[in-house]
């Protein structure tokens, strides 16, 4: 069985719907061995949807986290804020610890978490510290696209400091490695954006290329991965480039999203590189204005939960046959 825990997110936001209203009969039908979990406060999720679960009681269950006040569509509540990160604490130590081969996480609202006094500015960071991973990746793959980050939730003011040789190396080296561990990709290609307009044309629009990026790149290639950048990003999306890459680095949220998110949105999920744990997630927030319509689109839930399971099915070859 591979058994994944969908954490079903901001409690008043379009989480806990979509979790519920999944198409279970024709995802159990497609992946024969799925398992699944909804973390979450049970009487709350169960009030999401007019089907009757328990229909599906052996590939669907509840881990049953209580709320610690009413939940209501659109309203945020700071009470509410510990029982949303309960719920990745419980998905994460269960994947720990192998009874969940995955967690696939809904959408949770990180201001009101902070709004709460809990300084949380994502799962990618949450997930990193709880699991004690060394350095993680954040990566949104569509049909097609792959865009991995530099830098994740930061404010752009920070984020040329940010950079460092350190930080560049750690992330393609741990891109490179997911690729090929979870994705069957021998020698991943990996194109890599400059972090200034035109790539820093020449040094006249900032050095970080000269300084930083190229160096770093060259002591990478010397190891055996294939790099091609640091190209001016505007230009790098496009098919020319892409059609040679397995992924594309940008060097910060904004610089690459939107152009996933442009080709995807709905179709992409959120994958957490170089955790011990496999992580995906929506490519979407907490939608509050849609929350109880009946409106959101679970396109994303699903391509999560296809990542999410095949990456499980993949680890588990590796394991079979190591
Ligand atoms: N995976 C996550 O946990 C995740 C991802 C992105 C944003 N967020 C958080 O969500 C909150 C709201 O963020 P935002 O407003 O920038 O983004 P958002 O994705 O919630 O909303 C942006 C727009 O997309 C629409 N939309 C979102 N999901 C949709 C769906 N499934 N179907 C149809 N339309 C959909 C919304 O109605 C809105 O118009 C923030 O706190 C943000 O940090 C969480
Ligand atoms: N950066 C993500 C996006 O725009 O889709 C989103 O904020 C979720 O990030 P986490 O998976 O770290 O919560």
Redesign the pocket.
Known sequence: MIKLAITT??PA???PE?STQLPFDQLFQQYPDLHLTLVGDQSWLEAQTNEELSAFSDRLDFHHIALKESAHHGQLNTANAQYVLDTLTHAATGCMNDHYQGMV????????INDAGIPFS??TEFLEELTGARKVVMMLATEGLKVALVTT?LPLRNVADAITPELLTEIIQVTHHDLQRYFGIDQPHIYVCGLNPHAGEGGHLGMEEITIIEPTLNALRETGIQLTGPLPADTLFTDKYLKHADTVLAMYHDQGLPVLKYKG??NAA?ITLGLPIIRT??????????AGKG???????LTAIDYGYKMAKARATRRQSA
Request: net charge negative; no cysteine; charged share 15%.
């Open positions: 997110g901001e936001g379009i989480g979509l996480t809904a959408p949770v609202q990180k201001s009101v994502g799962h939730h949105f709905g959120n997630s929506v490519d979407h927030g907490t939608a509050l204005d849609l409106l959101a689109d679970q396109g994303s839930l």
